[in-house]
């Protein structure tokens, strides 16, 4: 069959069509299935490795247990320690020439290190400790001082004061241990000709709090962790230990000086947390193995810690994934044969209308056209069919474009008086805020007169009554209305910052004064209203850098607007004012919270409260700049100042950024002993 064709054409296009995406298909299939494959694989040997790290821990740990139970035996190890150690004169000079003598005496041979040790203790131990299991090489126990007192067998020196594993145990508080790592052959305290791991554990006294000898008990490393090379995952997966080094401790399938372990896997599997990766090369001959790992982190072996490190043949560790896409290549097989059948019986379909169409491209040519031709093959016939058309489709194409036109007009007129109506409120909102700061500039200097007039009067006032004896009330009435009168005098000097635009003296502020300091003045009005005021003031709180008397207003007005807010509910009413620490983009914060149980603010206008002008409240009630100059004020402060509707009522949120970067406060205690008006 000639490609050429129509109907050969059609037959490749429909195999092409079903076999891409089945390729592509199985590509994905494979890749995501190699990956989940290796997550799960990785998890499980994890998972296993932290196992095995946790049996070694428990398994040194029953021994280090054993050991402490030997060195606690009061009669059969305690008193003769101590009975040693009685011996040992006050002055450590003679000690250490009485140790030295005693050296001496170990070095002649066997009857001077059998007159030295105590007989009967050190058959006690190679009777009952050594004789008695396969994994103990040998025990050994020393004096306060390192001097041998006792041992299963013939230690090969007498003093250890200076071994590392005796100065460890003195550095604690008599809970020490310490556990070697593995000893090589004939190197070990009783030259042994086996692989061992030294366990030592301090001796107390009566009171368990001073250090008076210690003992030191040498097992067997291959039978002690004979378990390691029990673990079997699937059918060629094993575990092994490895120290810090790189050193191979236990491993079931190849001995130690077989190892080569690349340094990749090394920087890979000596790590101090436990995970999974792919191993290039798994020193067993292998690459690309998954394979899993873990510390031994709980012993705090000195020198060399331990690891855990599992792998599992490659083999068998992709195999259900190369078996899935064996699979999945018999299925396209498949999938190719009915795509070959279903591509003949389709084409053989499209061809036979063939004469169908020429008839009626012929028709056309004699102008006897009176349908359209839909055809859409992607050949000739299209193209004949696209020149009967071509007249048509202009048409359409330019009926199109002038609908195109006038709808990107229409966009565009829509646009540009968008923008005009915004360029006009701004225009109208800068013009309002003008006549307002000249307003408030001449208000704030007719107040300043009478106000300095009251101030001067007050301080006459104090002056005759520091001459004359006058009631406590008359003092303390006179000191509130100049602590109001100044406070008056700030809130203008505030008005007139505002109108000439210039910046406020930032100094460090306790916000829990500040909130104190309004909760007081507003709660005059709440008490006439019969509304409830609560403040709940976190302790400790961080000092933030603010103008106190422009936080006074700003948290004043919300709780104004709260008290309004409730004030139609009476008694059921309530305003609470809480403060806390907050963690504002990394750095520490205070928020301050004024909440109301009131209905609320509408949602459809909850995003304007914060313009100019705009207010909820009836006319000559409200102007609606209090929480425009509140959000002005807040910025100024570097902090935001948001709203919504809580379960009750309206939220304000009002957070500010504390001194510095000090350390987080306790937020979970409330101060609860704030004064509540009602």
């Given at each position: ?318 195999a259900p994934i190369r078996d899935q896409l064996r699979n999945l290549a018999m299925i396209g097989l498949v999938m ?26 012929e028709a056309i040519s004699q102008g006897t056209y009176d349908r359209p031709l839909n055809i859409q093959t992607g ?300």
């Open positions: 069959m000639k490609i050429g064709t129509i109907r050969a054409r059609i037959m490749l296009a429909i195999v092409l069509v079903g076999c891409i995406p089945l390729l592509i298909g199985l590509v994905l299939a494979y890749v995501s299935g190699m990956r989940s494959l290796s997550d799960v694989i990785g998890g499980n040997l994890q998972a296993v490795a932290i196992q095995a790290a946790d049996r070694v821990t428990m398994l040194v740990q029953a021994e280090v247990q054993s050991v402490r139970l030997l060195g606690s035996a009061p009669l059969r190890v305690r008193q003769p320690v101590e009975a040693v150690n009685r011996s040992y004169p006050m002055d450590l000079d003679i000690v250490q020439r009485m140790i030295s003598e005693r050296m001496q005496v170990w070095e002649k041979g066997v009857e001077g290190a059998e007159r030295l040790m105590d007989a009967e203790l050190s058959k006690f131990l190679l009777e009952t400790k050594v004789r008695g299991g396969d994994k103990v090489v040998g025990l050994l126990i020393v004096d306060q001082y390192g001097g041998v007192v006792a041992a299963s067998s013939d230690p090969n020196h007498y003093f250890w004061g200076d071994e590392s594993w005796w100065k460890a145990l003195q550095t604690g508080n008599g809970d020490q241990v310490y556990i070697s790592g593995m000893i090589p052959a004939h190197e070990g305290s009783f030259r042994t000709s086996e692989e061992t791991i030294d366990i030592a554990v301090p001796i107390l006294d009566d009171r368990q709090r001073a250090v008076i000898g210690a003992v030191k008990a040498s097992y067997r490393f291959d039978i002690l962790f004979a378990m390691i090379k029990q673990i079997h995952i699937g059918q060629t997966g094993h575990a092994m230990l490895f120290d810090d080094a790189g050193n191979p401790l236990v491993c079931p399938i190849l001995p130690r000086q077989a190892h080569r372990i690349p340094g990749q896997l090394m920087a890979m599997i000596v790590s101090s947390e436990p995970g999974w990766g792919i191993a290039t090369d798994d020193g067993h001959g292998e690459t690309d193995t998954v394979v899993g790992y873990a510390p031994v982190s709980q012993l705090k072996i000195p020198e060399n810690p331990w690891h855990v490190f599992v792998r599992q043949q490659p083999a068998e560790s992709y190719l044969g009915l795509l070959w059948a279903i591509g003949r019986y389709v084409a053989a379909r499209i061809a036979r209308p063939i004469q169908i169409l020429q008839s009626g491209v050949d000739e016939f299209e193209e004949l069919a696209a020149a009967v058309h071509r007249m048509a489709d202009r048409l359409m194409a330019s009926r199109s474009e002038l609908e195109g036109l006038n709808r990107d007009l229409a966009r565009r007129v829509e646009e540009k008086t968008q923008e005009v109506t915004r360029h006009m409120r701004s225009l109208e909102l800068a013009e309002r805020l003008a006549t307002l700061g000249k307003v408030a500039s001449g208000i704030a200097h007719e107040v300043n007169n009478p106000l300095g007039i009251i101030l001067n009067r007050i301080e006459c006032m104090e002056a005759d009554a520091a001459r004359s004896p006058i009631p406590a009330e008359v003092r303390r009435d006179l000191l509130a209305v100049k602590t109001q009168a100044e406070r008056i005098s700030r809130v203008t000097k505030s008005i007139l910052a505002f109108s000439r635009g210039s910046v406020s003296t930032l100094k460090p502020v306790d916000v829990n004064c500040v909130v104190r300091s309004c909760v007081g003045i507003a709660g005059e009005r709440v008490s006439a209203l019969s509304v409830g005021l609560e403040s709940r003031l976190a302790p400790l709180l961080p000092p933030i850098m603010g103008d106190r008397d422009r936080l006074e207003t700003v948290i004043l007005n919300l709780i104004n607007n709260g008290i309004d807010a409730v004030s139609p509910l009476g008694t059921g009413g309530v305003v609470t004012v809480r403060t806390r620490s907050i963690q504002m983009d990394g750095r520490l914060g205070v928020e301050v919270i004024v909440s109301d149980n009131g209905p609320g603010i509408p949602s459809e206008i909850i995003g304007r409260v914060f313009d100019p002008f705009f207010s909820t409240k009836p006319a000559g009630q409200g102007t609606g700049l209090g929480l425009f100059l509140a959000y002005g004020i807040v910025a100024d402060h570097r902090g935001r100042i948001e709203v919504k509707n809580g379960e009750t009522g309206a939220l304000f949120s009002v957070a500010l950024p504390a001194v510095g970067c000090g350390a987080s406060v306790e937020e979970e205690g409330i101060w609860e002993s704030q004064a509540k008006f009602s």
